[in-house]
């Protein structure tokens, strides 16, 4: 889980690659799920609230996330 503090020091480049990681591993985790292959279920929402503290950040700052 990642926190508020370490993400406002990213650069913006920095929390869009960031982003990028936390959509891909989102989606493993859910392919995962899929075939049972998932250990633990929690890393699901903890992902998906990583992804949201990240665009909490970068809709601070007024930058564009593409989707």
């Known amino acids: 889980m990642?926190?508020?503090a370490e993400l406002r020091?990213?650069?913006s480049k920095e929390l869009g690659a960031?982003?990028?990681r936390l959509?891909?591993?989102l989606f493993d985790l859910r392919?995962?799920?899929?075939t049972e292959k998932l250990e633990n279920?929690?890393?699901l929402q903890?992902?998906?609230q990583d992804i949201a503290r990240v665009l909490t950040v970068?809709?601070?700052r007024g930058d564009a996330v593409s989707e």
Not at 31 to 34: C, K, R, Y
Request: cysteine-free; proline content about 4%; charged content about 35%.
């Open 41 to 43: 279920p929690r890393q």
């Open 2 to 4: 990642m926190k508020v």
């Open 9 to 11: 020091g990213m650069k």
């Open 46 to 48: 903890a992902t998906r």
């Open 31 to 34: 392919s995962q799920a899929v």
């Open 18 to 20: 960031e982003i990028d």
């Open 23 to 25: 959509r891909r591993h």
């Open 58 to 60: 970068l809709n601070e």
